[in-house]
């Protein structure tokens, strides 16, 4: 007599194919998890190295920061001067840069030099235009009649600004075109820093970013004019003092990953 055989051991050869599936498949996903990571850890390493070269362009943008105006000696207005848009400074120890601001002693108004003439002694003639009116203003002659003698002061100095450096796009330090686009001292430090992330990071892809922003901001700092370490109060309430700083944020983003630098210097005047 012959007899069922219900209760059988082990797995059918479906079973076994089902469960090896599932099984590669694990292995596949783990692998390929592994693998991201490990890729992910190689470029936050990376991004630590990257931080050292970020540190010494701070330092090197601190060495060419210079807040308080150049003065160029005790500039005077070398004759009254009506209207226009050029103007004579005499008693200059040095030739102030295109971009350098200026007020003028009795003038409403701060006034940018587009343009200006050797030294012929110590006197050079300014081409100006006013920048504390909106851009597309019809007349940005002097605001009045400049008398003879007023004393010019330096508020900005075009060299000492940190301001040249905004947009710098640190992918392009092997670009000559873009490099002939700025200052050569700017261009030299795009070379070094460019040189110095891409040694980090490796070349950069597609929507790779490595760029410098400079904006001016409003900070609140507490004051505390005892130095006791704590902010002083006013009938219990805390007190601020508001000061102007320049804001220099380094934007780095490689692969999926994007960090950003930042860094505060004190304006001058």
């Known amino acids: 007599m012959m007899r069922s055989k219900n209760n059988q051991k082990g797995l059918s050869i479906v079973e076994a194919i089902t469960a090896a599936s599932i099984l590669s498949l694990c292995i596949i996903v783990f692998m390929t998890l592994q693998s991201q ?9 990376k991004f630590d190295k990257a931080a050292y070269a970020v540190d010494l ?3 090197e943008l601190t060495a060419v920061y210079n807040p308080s105006p150049t003065q160029y000696g005790y500039p005077l207005v070398n004759a009254a ?3 226009s848009n050029q103007i004579t400074i005499k008693d200059l120890s040095s030739l102030p840069s295109v ?21 012929s002694g110590n006197t050079s003639v300014f081409t100006i235009e006013r920048k504390d009116i909106a ?5 940005k002659n002097l605001a009045s009649t400049a008398a003879v003698n007023a004393v010019v002061r330096f508020t900005f100095n075009a060299n000492g600004s940190l301001s040249r450096y905004n947009s710098l796009d640190l992918i392009k330090f092997e670009d000559t075109a873009y490099q002939n686009t700025l200052d050569a001292d700017i261009s030299m430090n795009l070379i070094k820093w460019g040189g110095l992330l891409k ?14 922003e400079v904006s001016t901001v409003n900070v609140n700092q507490p004051v505390d004019n005892d130095n006791d370490g704590t902010t002083d109060q006013i009938g219990g309430v805390d ?6 700083r320049t804001k220099v944020t380094i934007r780095i983003k490689q692969d999926n990953i994007e960090e950003t630098f930042s860094n505060y210097y004190t304006n001058g005047s």
């Open 57 to 59: 362009m701070f330092e």
């Open 99 to 119: 971009g350098d601001q200026f007020v003028i002693s009795g003038v409403a108004g701060t006034y940018e030099i587009t343009a200006r003439t050797a030294l």
């Open 239 to 244: 007190q601020f003092t508001t000061s102007i």
């Open 81 to 83: 001067t009506t209207p």
């Open 37 to 45: 990571q490990e890729q992910r850890f190689t470029l936050l390493r």
């Open 199 to 212: 040694e980090h990071l490796g070349r950069s892809f597609v929507d790779d970013k490595r760029i410098i």
């Open 135 to 139: 851009s597309d203003s019809a007349n």
